[in-house]
């Protein structure tokens, strides 16, 4: 079946511009997370989204940081005024998260945001 | 603080011979870790898991090895080849699922 899809997969804009970048989770997979790898780097965990439930913002690094969810489908990422040091992959993964299950993450390929 | 780190950012082996990839963790309450393989330009793919109950686990020519006592998790491929050349990182999974990685280990499989 269809894995975790991103778009884009390049970005480029300059500082001060907003971006948004959007994520299409595996269906049926109640839980979402947002990641940022900066080059050479592992992953930092920026926002979690399960059901309903209020998303887990803690990784978010700053309030120019925020993603929303609709119900359990696509999610979007923002980051406002962009600044050179918010250039890195930001990865997007779902997992079923149904009770008993192991809860693997499934990861989509990414989108590379470079801040000029 | 928390955190999983890797022994050796690079490891470079010879087609067929094993690798041995190693992580260390701080928080000794972690109990379920992953290992992720990460390729250029591609997301990381789900290896192998373990919880902490677990001393070894096997997969397809994948090994975790997990000893508590010293807080050190490992990943062995047996028979390596070129296509399993990449980055892998071993993550510890939070309260609500969220994964806390290390800074990766990059393999390379020479012919």
């Known amino acids: 079946g269809a894995g975790v899809s991103q778009s884009p997969s390049n970005k480029v804009t300059e500082k001060g511009k907003d971006v948004e970048l959007r994520c299409d989770p595996i269906s049926g997979h109640t839980a979402l997370y947002w990641y940022r790898q900066r080059l050479g780097q592992g992953l930092e965990f920026l926002i979690y989204?399960?059901?309903?439930?209020?998303?887990?913002k803690s990784g978010l690094p700053s309030d120019r940081f925020s993603a929303e969810r609709t119900g359990e489908s696509v999610s979007t990422l923002t980051i406002q005024r962009t600044q050179q040091e918010d250039s890195a992959v930001y990865l997007c993964?779902?997992?079923?998260?149904?009770?008993?299950?192991?809860?693997?993450?499934?990861f989509g390929p990414g989108t590379r945001l470079t801040v000029l | 603080g928390e955190s999983v780190g890797l022994h050796l950012p690079t490891l470079s082996v010879q087609e067929g011979d094993n690798s041995i990839i190693n992580c260390a963790y701080s928080n000794s309450a972690s109990d379920y870790f992953i290992w992720y393989k990460q390729e250029s330009g591609k997301g990381p793919q789900f290896i192998i898991d373990?919880?902490?109950?677990?001393d070894k686990r096997q997969g397809q020519r994948v090994t975790v090895l997990l000893n508590k006592t010293v807080k050190h998790l490992s990943l062995q491929i047996a028979a390596t080849q070129p296509g399993d050349s990449a980055v892998y990182f071993c993550?510890?999974?939070?309260?609500?699922?969220?994964?806390?990685f290390g800074q990766g280990t990059e393999l390379s499989v020479k012919p």
């Open positions: 989204f399960q059901g309903n439930s209020a998303p887990d």
């Open positions: 373990i919880r902490s109950n677990m």
């Open positions: 993964a779902s997992s079923s998260r149904r009770a008993g299950s192991t809860d693997t993450q499934y």
């Open positions: 993550a510890e999974i939070k309260q609500g699922g969220k994964l806390i």
